[in-house]
């Protein structure tokens, strides 16, 4: 009994239902057995009825040669499923090659092109061009023209002639009938069988791939938030800080020493510091509730530069920042939520370092049309070399009082927008970065 078990899981392979999911290529094969095994099997199934139901004898000892050699075959493929790792290419093609020479082999004694077998060359090129790349399928395409051509060309030669009697006449023609039937047969399991079989393959293959889309989109969706969110976090650390220091500044003071301006202005300036984490924070649900239809919309350059302008302005009023462009007013570029807090915190960072000013211009270089420059350069002390190195790295920062992911966000949402951000240090002192996007096809209204 566990021989007969052994022997049938063995031959189990050869199932639709067994197919291994491990490699296309050993699906490939799985099925080009199974096929090899129904035309051995329908072809001596003929060939039984040809010798049963005629008084025609046929060549016995030749097809019985031929339809074991086939199993043999199959016996050798099923070991090489069980045993090989690994199912190359190369190795399907060459089972492929070998069914075609056998095909050859049976034709050259079975009547050559007049014999109807021959159309399972188109069987086997089909077989190829669903599980080959196109190189070995041209190969086969061009083997299988040869062949054809070959047995025609035989069959026109002077000295062959066929057997005109009556005897091979009828013989003839009933191997020829026998031919048909067994084609026939071959095509209807290629097509019932195996073709439904592939179909359903690229169905299921084509649901995954939309699953996976689907997947990959709301992961970005949620890696967006997640960056926005941080980057709002890291947009509230200088309101809150300037709040802090004002209320401890407020509490430790004296009453008899209060300045009733004083207190107006620092509560105004409290005021304001609120309004920025509201903005933030309002930004953040409105980017959370958009359509997706808005995300990237092109807008224009200089209502994006008047924002970021505005922003900065407001926070920063004491700081010298000198705003500048070079660019036609009707540009547009793409844009989001992230891409404006990108370039407002590499604006604020240079600020923090800035001894007195700092520029931002935007332009587009003439060599590059199509490519928007955002240039923002101070007059600090520049970029120290150990940080330079790791620069777009997390949790990298010159403060100690920062988490240090601006930079490292500010690259994300610029990534996302298939641009770059590149930090070098002025040789008259002072750091610069430049942000490089691309612009959209329309850039004008």
């Given at each position: 009994m566990t021989k007969i078990r052994d022997v049938l899981g063995f031959f189990s392979d050869l199932t639709l239902d067994n197919l291994d999911e491990r490699s296309s290529m050993r699906q490939g094969l799985q099925r080009l057995l199974l096929l090899r095994s129904f035309v051995a099997a329908s072809g001596l199934v003929s060939f039984l009825l040809f010798q049963t139901l005629t008084t025609l004898q046929g060549p016995v000892t030749f097809i019985l040669g031929i339809v074991l050699t086939s199993f043999a075959s199959v016996m050798f493929g099923l070991w090489r499923l069980r045993a090989a790792s690994l199912i190359s290419n190369t190795e399907v093609f060459g089972h492929l090659l070998f069914d075609g020479f056998f095909l050859v082999v049976l034709l050259l004694n079975t009547g050559g092109a007049s014999n109807p077998l021959i159309s399972y060359l188109l069987v086997l090129l089909a077989v190829t061009a669903t599980l080959l790349p196109k190189p070995y399928v041209n190969s086969f395409a061009i083997s299988s023209i040869a062949i054809?051509?070959?047995?025609?060309?035989?069959?026109?030669?002077?000295?062959?002639?066929?057997?005109?009697?009556?005897?091979?006449?009828e013989m003839s023609f009933q191997l020829h009938l026998i031919g048909m039937w067994v084609i026939f047969v071959v095509s209807a399991i290629l097509i019932s069988v195996f073709i439904t079989r592939m179909a359903s393959t690229i169905k299921v293959r084509e649901a995954t791939l939309a699953t996976a889309r689907e997947n990959e989109i709301r992961n970005e969706q949620l890696v967006a938030i997640g960056t926005l969110a941080?980057?709002?976090?890291?947009?509230?650390?200088?309101?809150?800080?300037?709040?802090?220091?004002?209320?401890?500044?407020?509490?430790?003071?004296?009453?008899?020493?209060?300045?009733?301006?004083?207190?107006?202005?620092?509560?105004?300036?409290?005021?304001?510091?609120?309004?920025?984490?509201?903005?933030?924070?309002?930004?953040?649900?409105?980017?959370?509730?958009?359509?997706?239809?808005?995300?990237?919309?092109?807008?224009?350059?200089?209502?994006?530069?008047?924002?970021?302008?505005?922003?900065?302005?407001?926070?920063?009023?004491?700081?010298?920042?000198?705003?500048?462009?070079?660019?036609?007013?009707?540009?547009?570029?793409?844009?989001?939520?992230?891409?404006?807090h990108a370039v407002i915190n590499i604006i604020e960072n240079s600020i923090k370092a800035a001894n007195k000013e700092v520029q931002v211009k935007f332009s587009i270089p003439e060599p590059i049309r199509g490519q928007l420059e955002i240039a923002i350069s101070d007059d600090g002390p520049g970029i120290p070399p150990e940080v330079l190195e790791k620069v777009g790295e997390p949790f990298i920062s010159m403060r100690k009082e920062t988490m240090g992911i601006g930079i490292f966000l500010a690259n994300a949402a610029v990534q996302k927008l298939s641009g770059t951000i590149e930090l070098f240090n002025l040789k008259q002192g002072g750091a610069k970065t430049l942000i490089k996007l691309p612009l959209p096809d329309a850039t004008t209204t």
């Open positions: 054809y051509t070959f047995f025609i060309f035989l069959d026109f030669r002077g000295d062959h002639q066929p057997d005109m009697s009556a005897e091979g006449q941080a980057g709002t976090a890291h947009a509230l650390g200088t309101p809150l800080s300037t709040m802090a220091v004002l209320l401890t500044d407020l509490d430790r003071s004296d009453l008899s020493e209060m300045n009733i301006e004083d207190v107006k202005e620092d509560i105004s300036l409290l005021k304001q510091q609120v309004t920025r984490c509201k903005n933030s924070l309002g930004e953040l649900t409105r980017y959370y509730n958009r359509d997706s239809n808005e995300s990237n919309l092109p807008v224009l350059l200089s209502a994006f530069s008047a924002e970021i302008k505005d922003y900065i302005t407001n926070i920063h009023p004491t700081s010298d920042i000198n705003f500048g462009t070079s660019c036609a007013p009707n540009i547009k570029i793409a844009s989001d939520l992230s891409l404006k």
